[in-house]
């Protein structure tokens, strides 16, 4: 089967490119000079929140293409992208508060531009589920695929509106990672992102192999109930 | 009929119905005013001066109402079964979304021309009707966001069950930028001199909010209602 | 360690563990759809009268 093929492969390399980020991270790329080591949350940090950001422009994408075909595995692929992408989300702002935590001391600073536009983002498609669990069938994905496009179209909303907000109140914004860092920290940049892409995709295909043997299950279920 | 005749028509029969039962309206105005009491209440315990804060407070107030509003915008036609002559109808899904629009855009005006000028009592500093007009400008803006980003998302909450729990759960997190860019252009011209480039950016922000709702709306309304 | 390190060692844990609660709970998903796979075949032995081992013992 391909998918189950797929998702053998990119299971190896998301684990392979996993554990040399993970190495890179800790042992080989230099101590920040400013932030010194606390700047290392960064890596996986950022990573993660554009791999989280790559999962909703995919589940945005699924549910364009559901509207089109009425194809139901194009909502399991909407719907398991929106479950990891939302994982990772959580994940960035749990990473984000403890280095908050490590850096200014406070857990949580509402005025910190990152740190508030993932939490709108978590509510945004924490709200998916909701929204899922209360239609069923044809609705279910049709609901669901248009609701993935309009979230898709409020991220950048909440990240502009943060930033906008930001700006007027201070002027300085926090950027994540500034571009003028050496390449001895870019290179490990690059590669923790490859291994949060690669384990989006792993995590998505081993869903999609799951979704699909119980869907066949489900069918077999109720030919056997009508014989 | 021609598009802008069958839309004119179905503006009309919502305005024909609210003026009639005067149902909605009036709730949206006592919920605004006795929201506001309670904020006050809830925050002014301690002897802050809360007179910073009032413009916000009024945001988050109008986006509650705003929820309530939006909520009621179709309990007439699905209570009546109007929706099903009208989806058997021959007009158009754009059109329907547009008069729905029209309607929650115009209850938010009428709500607003008695909350903004009685609130704006307490904290707009120095003349009073300048401040007023321009915040009056991007209110209308923001009553564009929340009737277009409303109409879609009390379409996909109306036939789901826990349809009032649901609706303020997907509305209310794509409001925040609403809410984050209408307070940011009333505190900007409301504490005396006006800061005519923050007001400006709020206000683009908006408009570029509307833009991109009413480009998400048209491409998916279709698919709402599709049964 | 120097100063801070709690937190990234904190911050990584957190991203391993949730991570692979989130392996585990597809590998539920995939114990489950076995499972039932299994209680399947063993009702189509029944059906089909056949009373081999492991029909029988599987359906005590």
Known sequence: ?227 | MSRRRQLAALVRKDLRLELRTRETIVAMVLFAIVMMAILQFGFGTRDDDLTRFVGGLMWVTLAFTAVLGVGRSYVAEREQRVLDGLLVSPVPRVVMLGAKAIAIFLYMTAVEVIVIPLVGVFFVQGPYWDAIGWIAIAALLANACIALSGTLFSGLALFTRARDLILPVLFLPALVPVVIAAAGATHAVAGGPHDMSEWRGYCLFLLAYAILFSLVSVATYDAVFDD | MSGGAQYVVAAYAVIWFLVLAYVVVLGARTARVGRQVEAITRMLDRREGREGDDAAGGAD
């Open chain 1, 1 to 227: 089967m391909p998918g189950e093929r797929a998702a053998l492969i990119w299971g190896v390399v998301a684990t392979i490119l996993v554990v040399i980020s993970t190495i890179g991270v800790f042992l080989v790329a230099p101590e920040d000079a400013d932030q010194g080591v606390i700047q290392r949350i960064f890596y996986f940090h950022v990573a993660i929140a554009i791999a989280s950001l790559v999962a909703f422009a995919v589940a945005c994408v699924a549910g364009i293409l559901y509207l089109r075909t009425r194809n139901a595995r194009w909502d399991d692929v909407g719907e398991a992208s929106i479950r990891i992408g939302l994982l990772f989300s959580v994940l960035v702002v749990i990473t984000g508060s403890i280095w908050a935590k490590a850096s200014w001391g406070t857990w949580w600073v509402w005025t910190d531009p990152r740190l508030v536009t993932y939490l709108i983002v978590v509510l945004i498609y924490a709200a998916y589920f909701v929204l899922r669990s209360s239609a069923e069938d044809d609705r279910r994905m049709r609901y669901s695929a248009i609701y993935a496009i309009a979230g898709f179209a409020s991220v950048p909303l909440s990240f502009y509106s943060v930033r906008v907000a930001e700006s007027f109140v201070h002027p300085v914004v926090f950027t994540g990672s500034g571009a003028n860092m050496p390449g001895s920290m870019l290179i490990w940049f690059v590669v923790s992102q490859a291994a949060m892409i690669a384990l989006f995709i792993a995590l998505l295909e081993v869903d999609l192999v799951g979704r699909r043997s119980e869907r066949a299950l489900r069918r077999l279920a109720l030919r056997l109930e009508n014989a």
